[in-house]
Every structure is written in structure tokens, then in C-alpha cells.
């Protein structure tokens, strides 16, 4: 996977990078105006969320945008970087144009909703609709223009000319062919939404328009639906108000690196347990535990933990692969501590309790720390002790003192979630200003520089995050239309061994998608379709996302597709040919404590 940060500079990017980041302050800024609002003055103000989600909508778009400048669109690039250099150029050309195809040709679409929302009115600011949904044709219209002008200046014309006639040419094959295809029933599934999707993907196109470009395909040339109804589906796949708090926790995880407050629990830690043997690999997996209590984010989180630890477990005689394999699969346990990210998606997508998910997510993510450290621990036997001592008394009550304002951050998070306190959104406005104030008056404090290249940054990841919600939700509901969710749920139910035969499937074909799709592609395609067969079977459905979010990540991290741990190997520098051959036995301890949560539903349940 790849997703670098290599903009243009170009000046078309300036005045987008400005107005995502100043939005991203707007909804902020609202948030916790309605807190205050609702929690000290009991004085609630209907508009503020009308205005957020209309302020939110332009954010992912206009970051989807910055993004596109910004090369960091989730991409597969495992197997371009396999092809012979003459190849790449062509492929790279190729993947430009299936994306500049997909914004063409959603481009008039976009705008007639414009007008078919101009005859809604808001219920609370009482305004057009249009305004909201013309955040749509506005970024794909940006989008568009952005990776006109990298083709432009990166790619060969002779590429671009080939693979524009390959694009052309298999266009009007598919439209000469669609009365057949109107007549193939599920194998156009296979076609389009496995076919073109795996082509794309394979080819390196960003993961959204790979999406995107399939459900657009499949409606196309194989069904009678407008294409206009794929703008409808993005927009209610990226427009829910639970996904509010995706770009502020991303935000979060940005003031946590940037503060050193996640240094302060890995030091705290490092003073507590750094003198026993395989006490460094407690450190680095309580670490991973307790910052994701704070960032929600993994890439944050293994960013902020390994530079802190790895010159010191060096030092004591760890291969830099074994460092590697703790990197990825601690990142790995860790997803289902709250406020991952990917709960929050599940939740919004699946109607998940988002406060029964944070309140059992701690105990799932606790059963996977206890098999890794018995490993860890296993494997630490020729761990060299020498000169290492137990910290003094001192060290360990000065570390605990400056941890102790980041330590309390992932409980007040989790207690006012689970407690039914504030809702995750409003908790992700609180801790990003708890954050800010901590930070500035304990741990340094940011530049105002510093701070606006974080709300440019935590707008274009969310905008490339909410992209793919928008294109998947379209993928999903164009693969429910088809009957196919249906005959899947008749499937399923009707398979030996009842439930327990459901959860291997599940844990196996999460696995599969979480190695090649990434998680949150994976939940907004399946979510839809495997929760209503698991309530149908009686199983709980915080149980059941614990089962499916642990899979994912297992699969997240296992080489040699796994994006997690191409990233844990770029964070600690270290060769995946190298590290893959370490990572296997930490990758069956976390399957070996998957199966025990999927076995034992009260690990999942038992603080509902």
C-alpha cells in the first residue's frame, strides 16, 4: 500500500488547503459550542449539527481533493513495484486516467443533485439543500483538475494516449456488450465488482475509485439505474454524524505526536517495567495499548511508540524483525481500544452502539495483550539484562507526573463515551482542546505553523478516509440491489454447525479483506451484509464486531499484502523481506486470541 505525502505546491492546491483547514475549525469551533451549550447553559441549539454535517460534507471533499495533491489516497502497490521499469510508466498512466474517467464521468451527475436538492429545504437553518451537496460537484470538479495537471507534468504522453485508448476501448466493448450482461444475473458480481475492482486494484488505483469505478461499471452496463443514484450513495455513506468525529480524533493523533505526550507514557512505562526480562516488549505493547486510547489512529500510534523504544531493545539484543512483528502486531491489538477510528465507521455503518463498543473494546483488546506478552516473554529468554537496573523511586514518580496528564486522556475518553455522557463526537472536541491545553502549558506547545500544517494534514487523511466510506456505501448498496445480500443470508443460516460455523467464515473472509482491501473499505462493503445474518443467528452484535475489527487487523497485518506492516516496517526502518520471516508466530498468538474471543462472548459482553 502506498500513501505518501508528495504535493505539488501547485497554486489551484493553496486556497483548498485553506479552506479545509479552516473548516475543520468551523466544526470544532460548533461541536464544542454545543456541548457548552447543551451541558453548562442547558440551552441546546438545534442548528449546530445542520451546520457541522454541511461544513463536514466540504471538508472530505475539498480534503479528498488535497489529498489527490497530496498523494495520499490509500493505494495496492505491491504488485506495480513487481513490474519491470518500462512497464511502471504506462501502469502509472493507466491508474491516472481510470481516476480522471470515474470524476468525468460523475462529474454531471454531481451537479444535476445540486439541483434536485435546491428543491429541499433544511429543517433547522431552513437553507437550500443544494448548499450542502454542492460540496460534491465542487470536489470532484477540484479532484479532477488536481490529477489533470500531475498527469500532465509526471506521465509520458505516448503513456497517457495508451492507456487512454485501452480505457476507451474496453468502455465501448462493455456498451456493446450490456444487453448480454443484462442477462448474466450474479455473474456481473463477478465481473464488475470483483473483476474491475481486483483490475484496478492490482494496477494501483487509489482504493476509493477502484470501488468506484466498479459500482460504476456494474450500474452501467448491467442494470437500468442512473447513474445519478451512485451521488445519493456517496453522499449518505460519507454524510452521517457519527463520522464527524473521524477528522477530529485524526486531528488528536497529530497534537499527540506533535506534543511528545505519547512519549510521556511510553517513558512512564520504560521507568516501570524496563528492568525485567521481555520488560521492553511490555513497555512497547502497553504503550500501543494506551496511546491508541488517545489517537484512534494506528500509523500515529507505531509512529509515536517505536522511535521512543527501539534503540534501547537494540541495545539489549532484539532483531530489529522481532521489533517489527511487536510494532505491527501490538498496533494490531490494539484497534478495538477506544476511540479507534474503525468502531466509530462499524458503528455508523453496521448501528452499532458506539458506547457499547468503546466500553468492551478495552476488555477484547486486554485478552490480546495477555497472548502476546506470554509470547513476547517466550521469546525474550536470551534477552541481554546486563547493566540494566530498576529505576529509582524518583525516576518513576517524575515520569508518572508528567505521563499523568496523557494517561488520563484515554479514560476520560472512554468514561464519558461509555458512561452515555457525551456522544463520541462531542468527546472528540473535548480531548482535542484537553489535548491542546496540556500540550502547550506541559509538553512545549505548537507553532502556529506547525498547527495549520496538522489541520492541512488531518483534512486531506480524512477526506481520502471519508472518499473510500462514500465510494464503498455506493459498492455496497449496488451489491445489495442485486438480490445477492438475500441468497447470502439463506446461505449462511443454513450452514452446519450454526453460529460457530458462522464465525469462522467470518474471521476468515475478514482476514482475506482486511489483508487486501484495508479495514474500512472492508466494513463498509460487508457490514451490511454479515450483521443481519448474525442477528438473525443470536449473536451479539458488539460480540460480533469485536470478532470482525480483530480478523481485519490480523489480516491488516500479515505480509506479504498487509498495508500495517509495510507501515510498522517504513516506521522502523527496517527490510519486509527481513522482518516477514519473524512476524508468523506473533501473528498466531493474535488468531490463537481471536478464536477465545470468538468463542467466549462475554469477553465482548460483559460490561453491556
Not at 489527490?68 to 491516472?96: C, K, Q, S, Y
Not at 488517545?294 to 521489533?323: C, H, N, W
Not at 508518572?400 to 468514561?415: D, E, H, Q, S, V
Amino acid at each position: 500500500m502506498q500513501q505518501e505525502t508528495a504535493g505539488s505546491g501547485s497554486a489551484l492546491v493553496r486556497p483548498l488547503e485553506i479552506a479545509a483547514a479552516g473548516l475543520l475549525v468551523v466544526i470544532i469551533l460548533l461541536l464544542l459550542g454545543g456541548v457548552t451549550s447543551r451541558y453548562l447553559l442547558s440551552l441546546p441549539v438545534v442548528w449546530i449539527d445542520e451546520a457541522a454535517a454541511t461544513a463536514f460534507l466540504w471538508l472530505a471533499m475539498l480534503g479528498a481533493a488535497v489529498a489527490i495533491d497530496r498523494n495520499e489516497h490509500l493505494r495496492l502497490t505491491l504488485f506495480v513495484g513487481m513490474l519491470p521499469e518500462r512497464w511502471r510508466g504506462p501502469v502509472h498512466a493507466f491508474g491516472l486516467l481510470v481516476v480522471a474517467t470515474f470524476l468525468l464521468v460523475m462529474a454531471w451527475p454531481a451537479i444535476d443533485y445540486i439541483i434536485e436538492e435546491s428543491y429541499v429545504t433544511t429543517a433547522a437553518l431552513n437553507i437550500r439543500a443544494s448548499w450542502r451537496v454542492a460540496a460534491i460537484a465542487t470536489g470532484i470538479v477540484a479532484m479532477l483538475a488536481l490529477l489533470l495537471h500531475h498527469a500532465v507534468r509526471h506521465c509520458q504522453v505516448r503513456h497517457l494516449v495508451m492507456a487512454a485508448a485501452l480505457i476507451a476501448t474496453v468502455a465501448g466493448l462493455c456498451f456493446l456488450l450490456t444487453p448480454v450482461f443484462k442477462t448474466l444475473g450474479y455473474l456481473n458480481i463477478l465481473i464488475f465488482l470483483i473483476g474491475v475492482v481486483g483490475f484496478c486494484l492490482v494496477a494501483g488505483v487509489p482504493i476509493a475509485f477502484c470501488f468506484g469505478m466498479g459500482a460504476l461499471c456494474f450500474l452501467a452496463f448491467s442494470t437500468n439505474v442512473p447513474i445519478f443514484v451512485m451521488i445519493g450513495r456517496m453522499d449518505e455513506g460519507m454524510s452521517s454524524l457519527i463520522l464527524l468525529s473521524v477528522p477530529i480524533f485524526v486531528l488528536l493523533g497529530c497534537v499527540l505526536d506533535a506534543t511528545g505526550m505519547g512519549k510521556a507514557i511510553v517513558d512512564f512505562l520504560a521507568s516501570l517495567l524496563g528492568h525485567v526480562r521481555a520488560g521492553m516488549s511490555y513497555v512497547l505493547l502497553g504503550s500501543l495499548f494506551l496511546v491508541s486510547g488517545i489517537s484512534g489512529s494506528k500509523v500515529s500510534d507505531m509512529a509515536t511508540v517505536a522511535p521512543a523504544l527501539f534503540p534501547e531493545m537494540k541495545r539489549r539484543g532484539y532483531q530489529p524483525k522481532e521489533l517489527i512483528a511487536l510494532l505491527s502486531t501490538g498496533a494490531a491489538m490494539a484497534e478495538t481500544v477506544p476511540p479507534s477510528i474503525v468502531l466509530i465507521v462499524l458503528g455508523s455503518v453496521a448501528g452499532v452502539s458506539i458506547a457499547g463498543l468503546f466500553t468492551n473494546g478495552l476488555m477484547v483488546a486486554a485478552v490480546l495483550l495477555a497472548v502476546l506478552a506470554v509470547l513476547a516473554r517466550w521469546r525474550a529468554r536470551g534477552e541481554v539484562l546486563g547493566g540494566v537496573r530498576r529505576a529509582p523511586l524518583a525516576t518513576i514518580g517524575k515520569t508518572a507526573l508528567i505521563a499523568g496528564p496523557a494517561l488520563l486522556l484515554p479514560f476520560l475518553i472512554r468514561g464519558a463515551v461509555g458512561g452515555g455522557v457525551a456522544t463520541a463526537t462531542e468527546v472528540s472536541t473535548i480531548a482535542v482542546l484537553y489535548a491542546l491545553i496540556v500540550g502547550v502549558v506541559l509538553y512545549g506547545g505548537i507553532s502556529w505553523k506547525r498547527f495549520y500544517g496538522m489541520l492541512v494534514e488531518t483534512a486531506a487523511l480524512s477526506g481520502a478516509i471519508l472518499m473510500i466510506l462514500g465510494t464503498a456505501s455506493a459498492m455496497a448498496w449496488a451489491l445489495t440491489q442485486t438480490g445477492f445480500a438475500r441468497d447470502l443470508a439463506v446461505m449462511m443460516t443454513g450452514l452446519p454447525g450454526g453460529w460457530i460455523t458462522f464465525m469462522a467464515v467470518t474471521i476468515v473472509v475478514f482476514m482475506i479483506l482486511g489483508c487486501v482491501l484495508e479495514g474500512l473499505p472492508a466494513i463498509v462493503l460487508m457490514a451490511p451484509l454479515m450483521f443481519p445474518i448474525a442477528k438473525n443467528l443470536g449473536i451479539n452484535d458488539v460480540h460480533y464486531s469485536m470478532v470482525v475489527v480483530t480478523a481485519m487487523n490480523i489480516g491488516l497485518m500479515t505480509p506479504p499484502i498487509g498495508i500495517g506492516f509495510y507501515i510498522a516496517c517504513k516506521i522502523g526502518n527496517v527490510p519486509p523481506d527481513e522482518a516477514m520471516g519473524a512476524i508468523w508466530p506473533y501473528l498466531l498468538a493474535l488468531l490463537g486470541g481471536l478464536i477465545i474471543i470468538a468463542g467466549v462472548p462475554s469477553f465482548s459482553t460483559m460490561f453491556l
